[in-house]
């Protein structure tokens, strides 16, 4: 499973992300994660359909095709249960 997130330096809800998800990362080393600005990467975001309403957490199955997308400010704790229960995605 790989975790595609997207945010920017300007929104609120992705700086309070940004260390929930460090936490996240750190406690499941086997999770890859990539982040994009969506400023910085607009070609990415927009690939991935992500133009505004941000933070937006794009899931991949193995084969890079993906199963789920989660918006906004989500607990750790809803992060992890999703984790888990798609791992071996």
């Known amino acids: ?34 982040f994009y600005d969506i400023d910085e990467n607009s ?8 133009t505004k309403n941000i933070p937006v957490f794009v899931f991949l199955d193995k084969e890079d095709k993906e199963f789920l997308r989660l918006k906004g400010n989500i607990s750790k704790k809803d992060i992890i249960e999703t984790i888990n229960k798609y791992k071996d995605k």
């Open 1 to 34: 499973m790989k975790v595609l997130k997207f945010g920017a330096v300007w929104c609120p809800e992705c700086l309070i992300m940004k260390p929930r998800w460090k936490e996240i990362e750190e406690e499941n080393p086997w999770l890859k994660t990539e």
């Open 43 to 50: 070609e990415v975001a927009e690939k991935n359909d992500v």
